[in-house]
């Protein structure tokens, strides 16, 4: 993660799981590859588009920030602007969210079968 951060925003560079160390000057390249919208090939704009996530958040409410991941541009919602939120403690992580048993395989077998509905005693 990088982060620049001023008053009213702050803005996270968050790299994908194969760049370890994220650099100030990786960043510049991703931001000046899209202010100049200058790319040589499809490919290569989908390669630096999918190499990091800039996720910004405004101070105020961090609720209105932004993502650049596909998740958040397809419901407006992400893990990554909740976890950066919780980084700079714009908002906290209730602890019955973090009891929640994560990635909990399904019961071997076929589920048991429906009771009907509306029936008597």
């Known amino acids: ?51 990091m996530w800039a996720v910004s958040i405004p101070t105020e409410n961090w609720k209105s920030g932004t993502c650049s991941c596909p998740p958040f541009l397809k ?7 909740i976890a950066v939120a919780a980084t700079f403690n714009l908002t906290s992580i209730p602890i019955s969210a973090k009891a929640i048993v994560l990635g909990q395989k399904k019961k071997r077998g076929r589920p048991a079968k429906a009771t009907k509905a509306l029936v008597r005693d």
């Not at 419901?75 to 990554?80: D, F, I, M, Q, R």
């Open 75 to 81: 419901k407006h919602k992400c893990k990554h602007l």
């Open 1 to 51: 993660m990088l982060t620049q951060r001023s008053e009213e925003v702050i803005i996270t560079f968050i790299a994908k799981k194969c760049l370890i160390n994220l650099t100030s000057e990786q960043v510049r390249e991703y931001k000046r590859s899209f202010h100049e919208n200058h790319w040589p090939s499809f490919d290569t704009y989908v390669e630096m588009r999918m190499s």
